[in-house]
Nanobody, 123 residues
Framework: VQLQASGGGLVQAGHSLRLSCKESRRTISNNAMGWFRQAPGKEREFVAA????????AYADSVKERFTISRDNAKNTVYLQMMSLKPEDTAIYLC?????????????????WGQGTLVTVSS
């Protein structure tokens, strides 16, 4: 398993970013996928998840209506479109592959984790 997240960077508040997470060694088409984030000095927190076929999604309250998770199983890739970014969204964003096929926000239900991509939002 090799999950590689990309797309992070430095943006001003109110702007947008699109993160990508590509798995290069195995298919992810049978697994739910999730995005988590970890800010400096804080615990990792759930951001969004998507079911194996994209039919179900879940979001943390803090990102609802601003972030959208999607996937392209043909490309073995999951995306996180982030809009109206706020300084409090600053964190390392990590993607993960779940044990099962359905959405979950529980850390323990994710088996494989990729390296993160840093998102910094300036005020």
């Amino acid at each position: 398993v090799q999950l590689q997240a990309s797309g992070g960077g430095l943006v001003q508040a109110g702007h947008s970013l699109r993160l990508s997470c590509k798995e290069s060694r195995r298919t992810i088409s049978n697994n739910a996928m999730g995005w988590f984030r970890q800010a400096p000095g804080k615990e990792r927190e759930f951001v969004a998840a998507i079911s194996w076929n994209g039919g179900g999604t879940a979001y943390a309250d803090s990102v609802k209506e601003r972030f959208t998770i999607s996937r392209d199983n043909a490309k073995n890739t999951v995306y996180l479109q982030m809009m109206s970014l706020k300084p409090e969204d600053t964190a390392i964003y990590l993607c993960a592959s779940a044990i099962g096929s359905w959405v979950t926000s529980e850390n323990s239900r994710y088996r494989y984790w990729g390296q993160g991509t840093l998102v910094t939002v300036s005020s």
